[in-house]
């Protein structure tokens, strides 16, 4: 019988102790010894018998956690043991309690022969300690003065086991912003001394959980959230200060620097001078600051002669917290302002106030992918929201949408004509096979040879003259029409205006040269990289293309662009050309590292002579890419 008691049991679970004092009893000295190996290796609550996970068959265990295998008990998932981060964040807060209670005014604390004491009576200095966890990890906001420690780290006997935020100099004053201080094993109490700023609402912020650290860790890695790190150029640990001795640095927690009286443009810079052959270099900086006004800019070192100039990125009010993305265009200023290297400024405009920066890169962003849309942003959000604002102005614009195009007529040769309207009412057949014909374009139709030195200019970065996107359309051009005259004319200074007075000027200097014309492409938009060219341009450009329409009533005007895209020089050119009667033809897609040039390549000039192309050159079309433009700019004029 016990054999067949155990026999039942043993197959589905491990015997427990009272089956066994059963076994035992029924059946003798057989059953004990049938019990005896039952029980062998197992343990119950008692020391035997107990059912385990381990002792269950597998379908038993899919079937009782779903397929996972849970841990309980001492070992066992918890709320505490899943939640320790989150928990970390409500027991601080019990830690900032401290503050209201426990702000002494006039009085510090003060280090001597390795112990911390306390000084009372101590005009314009504030003090303060709380109990503290080891391994705990602050930020602090202060201001001291000279070699008063800002924060002292100390045991139950109030010896000292560490020390912060110390001037380093008798009657220095030193502004603190956001300094990580992690607490060593043993401390028991932290002081805390500040100098000149006494208000509860100031001295509550001096001891806060470093939460964002934690955060950008955990979304460093989400790369479909954000990629503002990728291709790293420079980071916030290659920062320094200029025209301050208000400074701090905290490697995980950023610097800080106050601008002063003495020195209203205080701020940070690279140390490092970076290179880069992108158009699309990203400056992102996030901080907290009570400034007027910052400016990000870019030192640019001139090849030829070592010389420097400033290019303003951005110029922002921070107020308070804030997170800036600025783009340089490297490739621009290596064409057009002879760069060598760069490096990135952040700066007061002027007065006195604070700036804590607490996130910096500097990067490149490729142009093949989404980054080559206009609608990117270095983060999820930022993209998204492009997106959500072009939908909302196609919603808005769709019923009344119209088109630079006119009415296409066809003769009985079979030549092709279009019918504009002037604005005296005048009708205008336009031939599609044009005659007289005014190329204009910035480095891409005339980056090389600009001084003609070697037989003409052409495109960068096309191998030879006859590779370029203008020489290609106009030898498709004289395959129609033998008798075909065409001009070619530089516009980046058109494109790189500031004010309303520097575009007029071009404009006005060159309309001569848009008379009996009856086709003006106008490849422009490329340079047209910061926040004050693009407002230029978008008022500009209208009258740019009315000037071209006054001077050649006949003409057909097509807008080709951009290369180097940006939303709003889209926009600004869709614009002028729906307002105009103009036409666009787009070559932004076509902007992708395959249609781009090579490093290394060679490039020769009309009179054989030849150079090896620059780095910072090779963001411009190649061959390919110039083949592609011509063939879109000859499909849009229908010959």
Same mark, same amino acid.
């Given at each position: 019988?016990?054999?067949?008691?155990?026999?039942?049991?043993?197959?589905? +679970?491990?015997?427990?102790?009272?089956?066994?004092?059963?076994?035992? /009893?029924?059946?003798?000295?057989?059953?004990?010894?049938?019990?005896?190996?039952?029980?062998?290796?197992?343990?119950?609550?008692? %020391?035997?018998?107990?059912?385990?996970?381990?002792?269950?068959?597998?379908?038993?265990?899919?079937?009782?956690?779903?397929? /996972?295998v849970?841990?309980?008990?001492?070992?066992?998932?918890?709320?505490?043991?899943?939640?320790?981060?989150?928990?970390?964040?409500?027991?601080?807060?019990?830690?900032?309690?401290?503050?209201?209670? #426990?702000?002494?005014?006039?009085?510090?604390?003060?280090?001597?022969s390795?112990?911390?004491?306390?000084? /009372?009576?101590?005009?314009?200095?504030?003090?303060? !300690?709380?109990?503290v966890t080891?391994? &705990?990890?602050l930020?602090?906001?202060?201001?001291?003065?000279?070699?008063?420690?800002?924060?002292?780290?100390a045991?139950?006997?109030?010896?000292?086991?560490?020390?912060?935020?110390?001037?380093?100099?008798?009657?220095?004053?030193v502004?603190?912003?956001? &300094?990580?201080?992690?607490?060593?094993?043993?401390?028991?109490?932290?002081?805390?001394?500040?100098?000149?700023?006494?208000?509860?609402s100031?001295?509550?912020?001096?001891l806060?959980?470093? +939460?964002?650290?934690?955060h950008?860790?955990?979304?460093? !890695?989400?790369?479909?959230?954000?990629?503002?790190?990728? #291709?790293?150029? =420079?980071?916030?640990d290659?920062?320094?200060?200029?025209? &301050?001795?208000?400074?701090?640095?905290s490697?995980?927690?950023?610097?800080?620097?106050?601008? @002063?009286?003495?020195?209203? #443009?205080?701020?940070l810079? &690279? !140390?490092?001078?970076m290179?880069?052959?992108?158009?699309?270099?990203?400056?992102?900086?996030?901080?907290?600051?009570?400034?007027?006004?910052?400016?990000?800019?870019?030192?640019?070192?001139?090849?030829?002669?070592?010389?420097v100039?400033?290019m303003?990125?951005?110029?922002?009010?921070?107020?308070? !917290?804030?997170?800036?993305?600025a783009?340089?265009?490297?490739?621009?200023?290596?064409?057009?302002?002879?760069?060598?290297?760069?490096r990135?400024?952040?700066?007061?405009?002027?007065? =006195?106030?604070?700036?804590?920066?607490?996130a910096?890169?500097?990067?490149?962003?490729?142009?093949? %992918?989404?980054?080559?849309?206009?609608?990117y942003?270095? @983060?999820?959000? %930022?993209?998204?929201? #492009?997106?959500?604002?072009?939908?909302?102005?196609?919603?808005?614009?769709?019923?009344?949408?119209?088109?630079?195009?006119s009415?296409?007529?066809?003769?009985?040769?079979g030549?092709?004509?279009?019918?504009?309207?002037?604005?005296?009412?005048? *009708?205008?057949?336009?031939? $599609?096979?044009?005659?007289?014909? *005014? +190329?204009?374009?910035?480095?891409?139709?005339?980056?090389?040879?600009?001084?003609?030195?070697?037989?003409?200019?052409?495109?960068?970065?096309? /191998?030879?003259?006859?590779?370029?996107?203008?020489?290609?359309?106009i030898k498709?051009?004289?395959a129609?029409?033998p008798?075909?005259?065409?001009?070619?004319?530089?516009?980046?200074?058109?494109?790189?205006?500031?004010?309303?007075?520097?575009?007029?000027?071009?404009?006005?200097?060159?309309?001569?040269?848009?008379?009996?014309?009856?086709?003006?492409?106008?490849?422009?938009?490329?340079?047209?990289?910061?926040?004050?060219?693009?407002?230029v341009?978008?008022?500009?450009l209208?009258?740019?293309?009315?000037?071209?329409?006054?001077?050649?009533?006949?003409?057909r005007?097509? *807008?080709?662009?951009?290369?180097?895209? $940006?939303a709003?020089?889209?926009?600004?050119?869709e614009?002028?050309?729906?307002?105009?009667?103009?036409?666009?033809?787009?070559?932004?897609?076509l902007?992708?590292?395959?249609?781009?040039?090579?490093?290394?390549? @060679?490039?020769t000039?009309?009179?054989g002579?030849?150079i090896t192309?620059?780095?910072?050159?090779?963001?411009?079309?190649?061959?390919?890419?110039?083949?592609?433009?011509?063939?879109r700019?000859?499909?849009?004029?229908?010959?």
């Amino acid at each position: 019988m016990s054999e067949q008691i155990i026999d039942l049991t043993e197959p589905v +679970m491990p015997a427990s102790s009272e089956t066994v004092s059963e076994a035992r /009893s029924a059946g003798g000295a057989a059953g004990r010894a049938a019990a005896q190996a039952v029980v062998g290796g197992k343990v119950d609550k008692d %020391g035997v018998g107990q059912v385990s996970m381990a002792n269950l068959a597998s379908d038993v265990r899919k079937a009782m956690t779903g397929g /996972s295998v849970a841990v309980v008990g001492e070992d066992g998932v918890s709320w505490p043991q899943l939640a320790a981060d989150l928990r970390r964040p409500m027991e601080s807060i019990a830690g900032m309690i401290w503050n209201q209670r #426990n702000v002494d005014t006039n009085d510090a604390w003060s280090v001597n022969s390795g112990t911390v004491t306390y000084t /009372s009576n101590t005009a314009g200095w504030s003090a303060a !300690n709380m109990d503290v966890t080891a391994g &705990t990890v602050l930020v602090v906001r202060l201001r001291t003065v000279g070699k008063t420690p800002g924060i002292i780290m100390a045991d139950r006997d109030f010896k000292i086991l560490g020390t912060a935020c110390v001037a380093g100099e008798d009657g220095k004053t030193v502004v603190w912003q956001d &300094t990580r201080v992690t607490i060593p094993s043993g401390t028991a109490h932290v002081m805390v001394n500040m100098h000149g700023a006494a208000t509860l609402s100031q001295v509550v912020r001096l001891l806060a959980p470093d +939460m964002s650290a934690p955060h950008r860790e955990w979304t460093a !890695n989400w790369d479909h959230l954000t990629d503002t790190r990728d #291709n790293l150029l =420079a980071g916030i640990d290659d920062l320094r200060p200029f025209l &301050t001795d208000f400074i701090q640095y905290s490697q995980d927690h950023g610097f800080a620097f106050q601008a @002063t009286g003495t020195y209203p #443009n205080a701020g940070l810079l &690279t !140390n490092t001078r970076m290179t880069s052959a992108s158009n699309r270099v990203l400056v992102h900086v996030e901080g907290d600051s009570d400034l007027e006004s910052v400016n990000i800019q870019a030192e640019i070192t001139h090849k030829t002669d070592g010389g420097v100039e400033y290019m303003l990125l951005d110029r922002f009010k921070p107020d308070g !917290n804030f997170s800036r993305d600025a783009w340089f265009d490297a490739s621009n200023a290596a064409v057009y302002h002879d760069m060598a290297s760069f490096r990135i400024l952040i700066q007061s405009t002027n007065g =006195a106030g604070w700036c804590a920066i607490t996130a910096f890169d500097v990067s490149e962003k490729p142009l093949d %992918g989404v980054r080559n849309n206009t609608l990117y942003a270095p @983060t999820l959000t %930022g993209t998204l929201g #492009n997106v959500f604002a072009r939908l909302d102005e196609h919603d808005k614009t769709l019923s009344s949408m119209t088109s630079g195009a006119s009415t296409v007529l066809t003769a009985p040769s079979g030549g092709r004509w279009s019918l504009a309207v002037g604005d005296d009412g005048t *009708l205008h057949a336009i031939p $599609h096979t044009p005659s007289n014909v *005014l +190329m204009l374009g910035n480095s891409i139709t005339l980056g090389l040879d600009t001084n003609n030195g070697h037989g003409g200019a052409f495109g960068l970065c096309a /191998s030879t003259p006859d590779n370029d996107w203008c020489n290609q359309a106009i030898k498709a051009i004289r395959a129609k029409n033998p008798r075909a005259k065409a001009d070619k004319l530089h516009c980046a200074a058109f494109e790189q205006a500031e004010s309303a007075d520097a575009s007029d000027k071009w404009i006005e200097d060159n309309k001569a040269r848009f008379a009996g014309r009856d086709l003006i492409v106008l490849q422009i938009g490329d340079n047209v990289n910061n926040a004050t060219r693009r407002t230029v341009f978008a008022a500009g450009l209208p009258r740019l293309v009315r000037a071209m329409r006054a001077a050649s009533p006949g003409a057909r005007i097509i *807008l080709l662009g951009v290369w180097f895209a $940006h939303a709003d020089t889209i926009r600004a050119l869709e614009d002028a050309a729906s307002s105009c009667g103009a036409e666009l033809v787009r070559i932004d897609d076509l902007a992708v590292s395959a249609n781009m040039g090579v490093k290394g390549q @060679t490039i020769t000039y009309q009179d054989g002579s030849s150079i090896t192309a620059m780095d910072n050159w090779i963001t411009h079309p190649g061959d390919r890419g110039m083949r592609l433009i011509a063939e879109r700019l000859v499909a849009a004029l229908d010959m």
